[in-house]
């Protein structure tokens, strides 16, 4: 069974509709916020990655490290909260520090699993992600382009090459040329929409299972223990719709509720 949409960004039933719904567009503010937002964090990141890297030969810089693992914890949250605008913000958990002491502090953050995602996410995968998103919003822009040809097409003066004067799509230039080509661009935008509603999906997908806790395998059978029942934890062994009641020689037993004969 495939995985639901965000539901910012599930697309109508009809694809001639997707061009008009909202699913494409605000996929496509996820998708261009990236090279800005994410290349900001990509440096931010990196350059504070290396300055630790640098700093933890020494040790009387062991604050200014702590530091520059707050800086990539900041720059995660800033793109856990970017999702905002496609889906709900990623959650996350951090290791909590329950020794005293800086040396101690700096351990539980240098080798807190959360934080080594955050590292593979703002410095490993954002070339791949950036060149996902850049194919998919030039595909999108493009297409944008050619519906839109002959409202601007005579504003385009191409002095040489293939869509020069002579050249073999000189034809572009003309008012029969552009509409021809915007009615092929409307014929193609559906999919060009579906593209970016799937490289955004993607993206997001990505984030999330980087950037978000780890799912516990033993969560189901905590559940158990911590709930009522005869496996419960709880303390008073007390089991919730089923009471005790006392007997002559002190020990309980459960009341029979069922029928006779």
Same mark, same amino acid.
């Given at each position: 069974?495939?995985?639901?949409?965000?539901?910012?960004?599930?697309?109508?039933?009809?694809?001639?509709?997707?061009?008009?719904?909202?699913?494409?567009?605000?996929? =496509?503010?996820?998708?261009?916020?990236?090279?800005?937002?994410?290349? =900001?964090?990509?440096?931010?990141?990196?350059?504070?990655?290396?300055?630790?890297?640098?700093?933890?030969?020494?040790?009387?810089?062991?604050?200014?490290?702590?530091?520059?693992?707050?800086?990539?914890?900041?720059?995660?949250?800033?793109?856990?909260?970017?999702?905002?605008?496609?889906?709900?913000?990623?959650?996350?958990?951090?290791?909590?520090?329950?020794?005293?002491?800086?040396?101690?502090?700096?351990?539980?953050?240098?080798?807190?699993?959360?934080?080594?995602?955050?590292?593979?996410?703002?410095?490993?995968?954002?070339?791949?992600?950036?060149?996902?998103?850049?194919?998919?919003?030039?595909?999108?822009?493009?297409?944008?382009?050619?519906?839109?040809?002959?409202?601007?097409?005579?504003?385009?003066?191409?002095?040489?090459?293939?869509?020069?004067?002579?050249?073999?799509?000189?034809?572009?230039?003309?008012?029969?040329?552009?509409?021809?080509?915007?009615?092929?661009?409307?014929?193609?935008?559906?999919?060009?929409?579906?593209?970016?509603?799937?490289?955004?999906?993607?993206?997001?997908?990505?984030?999330?299972?980087?950037?978000?806790?780890?799912?516990?395998?033993?969560?189901?059978?905590?559940?158990?223990?911590?709930?009522?029942?005869?496996?419960?934890?709880?303390?008073?062994?007390?089991?919730?719709?089923?009471?005790?009641?006392?007997?002559?020689?002190?020990?309980?037993?459960?009341?029979?509720?069922?029928?006779?004969?």
């Amino acid at each position: 069974m495939s995985r639901p949409a965000p539901g910012r960004l599930r697309p109508p039933a009809s694809l001639v509709r997707l061009p008009l719904s909202t699913a494409p567009w605000l996929a =496509a503010g996820y998708l261009a916020t990236y090279p800005l937002v994410g290349g =900001a964090l990509f440096a931010v990141a990196t350059a504070a990655f290396v300055g630790g890297v640098v700093l933890s030969q020494f040790t009387v810089t062991v604050p200014l490290i702590i530091g520059s693992v707050w800086v990539i914890r900041s720059c995660a949250q800033v793109e856990r909260g970017r999702a905002v605008l496609v889906d709900r913000p990623i959650p996350y958990r951090y290791s909590e520090v329950t020794e005293t002491g800086l040396p101690a502090h700096l351990k539980t953050r240098c080798t807190d699993p959360a934080f080594a995602r955050d590292c593979a996410y703002l410095i490993l995968l954002f070339p791949p992600l950036l060149v996902l998103d850049l194919f998919a919003l030039v595909v999108w822009l493009v297409s944008l382009g050619c519906v839109t040809l002959p409202l601007w097409y005579r504003a385009v003066e191409v002095s040489g090459g293939p869509a020069g004067p002579h050249g073999t799509f000189s034809w572009v230039h003309t008012l029969p040329g552009a509409l021809a080509l915007a009615l092929v661009a409307i014929a193609l935008l559906p999919f060009a929409a579906r593209l970016l509603l799937a490289t955004a999906r993607l993206h997001l997908t990505v984030a999330q299972a980087v950037l978000r806790p780890p799912r516990d395998p033993l969560a189901q059978a905590k559940g158990v223990l911590d709930g009522p029942g005869p496996l419960s934890t709880v303390p008073g062994g007390r089991r919730t719709g089923t009471s005790t009641e006392p007997t002559e020689n002190g020990e309980t037993h459960e009341p029979n509720i069922g029928r006779a004969g």
